[in-house]
């Protein structure tokens, strides 16, 4: 079993910075590719950007490339998500994602364990 807290959500202007973490427990953290996605009122959950599980292979949605900046400390069990230039459509509830293996899937439905999300708001 994973255990995925996110942290670090709010309010922040356009244009604006915020920094989410996901801190894990359990199994071995290292063996997870971990991701972020997020859902807007209404919408899917759509995939934000994704760590390979030794840190060297990253993927960001080309809405988020250029502004968001993913990486993970295995030593302390974490995934952070940079973000930059923040836009009105950046508005959701982010969550982060753990997936057994090397790759990284884009689709929510191959992770097996989730955080109880964050909000953040534009």
């Known amino acids: 079993q994973v255990q995925l807290v996110e942290s670090g959500g709010g309010l922040v202007q356009a244009g604006g910075s915020l920094r989410l973490s996901c801190t894990t427990s359990?199994?071995?953290?290292?063996?997870?590719?971990i991701s972020w996605f997020r859902q807007a009122p209404g919408k899917e959950r759509d995939f934000v950007s994704g760590v390979g599980w030794n840190g060297r292979s990253t993927y960001y949605a080309d809405s988020v490339k250029g502004r968001f900046t993913i990486s993970r400390d295995n030593a302390k069990s974490t995934v952070n998500l940079q973000m930059n230039s923040l836009k009105p459509e950046d508005t959701a509830v982010y969550y982060c994602?753990?997936?057994?293996?090397?790759?990284?899937?884009?689709?929510?439905?191959?992770?097996?364990?989730w955080g109880q999300g964050t909000q953040v708001n534009l």
């Open positions: 994602a753990a997936d057994r293996g090397p790759r990284v899937p884009v689709g929510p439905n191959e992770y097996d364990y």
């Open positions: 359990g199994r071995t953290f290292s063996g997870y590719a």
